[in-house]
């Protein structure tokens, strides 16, 4: 399996939907316990993920962020469970630091939704731990006074993507499309995500996984321009060839050879 492409999120105080959504076909099934989770349920679904995992469930819990008074209670409970990974959400360099910290050695998902954790993109990118950069739009919009979720925040994402590379990152991963019954919309959205470098997306239904995981797959031309560029380079011995009546130059190479990793067996 590569990266994963779909993050699936599931209400924490539902345990009744975990197994569905751990076999619904996204790569990462992400347990909420925080927006999703009323403050009268934060308790009950601390429980329930310890026992899914306690269990042998595997996935990823999204915690309370740290301006909460349930921050605390949520990293003493994943200490103990050390085959969970964590999405932060309201990441700053600061807060991400005290995961980091609590959870040493446990790959963290920074979720970037406010306008003081884009500003410190690099503070938050730095930290150790931090494997991905998520972008919650949704959020970030309401702090940012920005009314749109779409194309509108795209120089935001832009420098998401610029912040992932600089640190060594992983490619980013998208937010949520919110119109989940709107197949046309979820389509754009992958494949703008897709063409300014995201390779994973945020799903708030099952029925979002399948497109997400297509969306952000190498097309069968994309595999076979691929395969193309590395048997010229191989052929060639290293000197200089061309490909479909373009030079063959190393960037080309790196870039068909990336798209030649992200192809999955049985997909």
């Not at 099934?29 to 429980?47: C, F, H, T, Y």
């Not at 469930?57 to 103990?80: C, P, Q, Y």
């Not at 998902?109 to 690099?122: K, Q, T």
């Not at 998520?134 to 420098?159: E, K």
């Amino acid at each position: 399996m590569t990266l994963p492409r779909s993050y699936l999120f599931v209400p924490g105080h539902r345990p009744d939907r975990f197994a569905k959504a751990a076999s619904s076909g996204a790569h990462q099934m992400i347990i909420d316990l925080e927006d999703a989770v009323g403050p009268g349920e934060k308790e009950l679904a601390r429980r329930n993920v310890a026992d899914w995992f306690n269990g042998g469930g595997t996935g990823m819990v999204r915690i309370n962020s740290a301006e909460t008074s349930w921050f605390g209670a949520d990293l003493d409970v994943l200490a103990n469970l050390e085959n969970a990974t964590v999405m932060v959400p309201k990441a700053v360099g600061r807060s991400i630091s005290r995961v980091a910290e609590r959870l040493p050695g446990r790959s963290l998902i920074a979720l970037v939704e406010s306008v003081d954790g884009f500003v410190g993109l690099g503070d938050v990118a730095r930290v150790p731990g931090v494997s991905r950069l998520a972008f919650g739009n949704l959020d970030f919009g309401t702090d940012a006074r920005i009314p749109g979720t779409g194309s509108v925040l795209d120089p935001a994402r832009f420098q998401i993507v610029i912040a992932s590379r600089h640190a060594g990152l992983h490619p980013p991963v998208d937010g949520v499309t919110v119109s989940f019954g709107d197949e046309a919309e979820l389509q754009s959205d992958i494949q703008r995500a897709r063409q300014m470098g995201f390779t994973a997306k945020l799903c708030i239904h099952p029925r979002q996984v399948e497109n997400v995981n297509t969306g952000f797959s190498p097309t069968d031309d994309e595999i076979a321009w691929a395969r193309r560029i590395v048997a010229a380079d191989r052929d060639s011995g290293g000197a200089a060839t061309q490909v479909d009546g373009k030079m063959v130059d190393r960037p080309m190479i790196e870039r068909a050879n990336t798209i030649l990793s992200e192809i999955v067996v049985g997909e």
